[in-house]
């Protein structure tokens, strides 16, 4: 069935055009930060701590952003989306002025974190406005507006972070999200109206707080494993025994919440279980490039922190240039055919990325990030895309934010896991001022994504095939505004 869409319909001189735009100025908020600070990873350890710290810094915004999705989402379905994405914007604006000021690495590890609970609000509220006022059609064509934004913030991120490195200025890396924070949230305020019914509902405070201690127990102990104390430890035990202890009690305080933070039963989807599997390997697969690639670059064979930058932005290149034709492949042949053109062109990328570990080449990374960004980009936009389009308004936040959840929650683990593998090679080794143990420690975490990109083609492989019609963007118009909640 062939699909039309009213271009001028979906536009920014449309009714719903500065929604779209406030949306991905918010948007290009969240794809700055995600790549900015990693090309600039040796100035800030230089500065301020040792290299085994530096994961952290991208694990503790990331872990915060995962453990507060849930909760935005859970909010934006009852009380609307306009106040937790302006919440997120402030909170994201305050920790941003916070970490340009730190004096110290922990104190830059804390200011992350607070820059992380807005991120939580930011990213998956916005999709679920996108959901709510375009219909699945006319989201083939939004999405290559915000795949846009993605291009251009991931490019201008690396570089802006390899310059400011290279003249130690690397705290205007922070304060540079000032004025996009600023102008994010007059636009939001000024364009975006929602009606919604007011209702009472009940947060989930013991299963957030489960979910976030669980979360920190397994993390901290595969970061601090190895370094801090021995894998086999009081300090582990308690790190892995008590992680594990509170997501079992999470997953049965969730079973009987009346508002549970993440809604297990949704699990029992088939779709909305594979989406997420794929979304938090997604996650994880991206942390180990963006998160590691740039210092190994650097430590490696001496790659200038601007060169090493853009080296990942093609990665971030690769991504909008597929995800902006995603949405016709997709129309066409379904949302499962086109993620598993994606996730295996993604897998090709992450296999030869391994193999040229240990042959440090800032072009050949760069050719390897765009192959695996090109093919995110066929999987990451239709995986989403296919989970909301399978529930109306009242769970489109929820499922919206576990998709959300999950991608973080992958990088958050993802970059512990690689920081591990990282941290017990460069042990037994010369250090991270050894070039070859540099080289050596950063094939193993390159060998570590590419098994992560053929979990992500698995999961994929396991989703539903589409249903006829599914994909065919019905209802074929959408409101200029959310409906009321639901009761």
């Not at 600070?37 to 872990?63: E, K």
């Not at 180990?288 to 650097?298: C, D, K, N, V």
Request: hydrophobic share 55%; with cysteine.
């Amino acid at each position: 069935m062939s699909i039309t869409v009213d271009r001028a319909a979906v536009g920014f001189r449309s009714e719903r055009g500065p929604i779209l735009l406030s949306i991905m100025m918010t948007t290009g908020l969240i794809a700055m930060d995600a790549t900015i600070l990693a090309t600039a990873v040796p100035s800030v350890v230089r500065d301020l701590g040792s290299y085994q710290q530096f994961p952290w810094l991208f694990s503790i915004y990331l872990l915060a952003q995962a453990v507060s999705v849930p909760i935005y989402s859970k909010l934006a379905d009852t009380v609307g989306r306009k106040p937790i994405i302006l919440t997120g914007v402030g909170l994201f604006l305050l920790g941003s002025i916070l970490c340009g000021l730190a004096w110290s690495m922990t104190s830059l590890i804390l200011f992350r974190l607070v820059q992380g609970v807005g991120a939580g609000a930011i990213a998956p509220i916005g999709m679920t406005i996108i959901g709510d006022i375009y219909s699945v059609a006319e989201r083939a064509l939004v999405q290559g507006y915000i795949a846009s934004v993605w291009a251009v913030s991931s490019v201008v991120g690396p570089a802006l972070g390899g310059v400011f490195a290279q003249f130690d200025a690397w705290r205007l890396i922070f304060f540079i999200n000032v004025p996009l924070c600023l102008i994010a949230a007059w636009v939001l305020m000024r364009h975006f109206h929602e009606k919604i019914e007011s209702r009472r509902h009940r947060i989930d405070y013991a299963g957030a707080a489960l979910l976030t201690l669980g979360l920190t127990g397994v993390i901290l102990g595969v970061l601090e494993g190895g370094a801090a104390w021995a894998w086999v430890s009081v300090q582990s035990l308690v790190c892995f025994g008590g992680g594990a202890l509170a997501l079992v009690a999470f997953v049965l305080v969730e079973r009987r919440a009346v508002e549970p933070v993440i809604d297990l039963r949704l699990f029992s989807r088939r779709l909305i279980l594979t989406t997420t599997i794929a979304s938090f390997a997604i996650g994880a697969l991206l942390t180990g490039i963006t998160s590691f690639a740039p210092a190994y670059l650097q430590g490696s064979i001496g790659v200038p922190p601007l060169l090493a930058g853009l080296s990942v932005a093609a990665l971030t290149l690769g991504w909008p240039l597929s995800a902006s034709n995603a949405g016709r492949m997709y129309l066409r042949f379904g949302f499962r055919f086109t993620a598993l053109v994606g996730s295996s062109i993604a897998t090709v990328g992450g296999i030869a990325l391994a193999l040229i570990g240990p042959y440090p080449n800032a072009f050949a990374l760069a050719g390897v990030a765009f192959v695996i960004g090109f093919g995110l980009g066929w999987t990451a936009a239709p995986t989403l895309i296919a989970s909301q389009a399978s529930v109306g308004w009242g769970e489109r936040g929820a499922v919206t934010g576990m998709n959300t959840f999950s991608r973080s929650a992958g990088a958050a683990v993802g970059v512990a896991i690689y920081g591990a593998i990282s941290n017990a090679v460069l042990a037994q080794g010369g250090g991270e001022h050894d070039p070859a143990t540099v080289i050596h420690a950063s094939t193993w975490v390159f060998a570590a994504a590419s098994v992560t990109a053929v979990l992500i083609l698995l999961a994929v492989w396991t989703m539903p095939k589409d249903r006829a019609g599914e994909h065919s963007g019905v209802p074929a118009a959408a409101p200029a505004a959310p409906r009321p909640a639901e009761a």
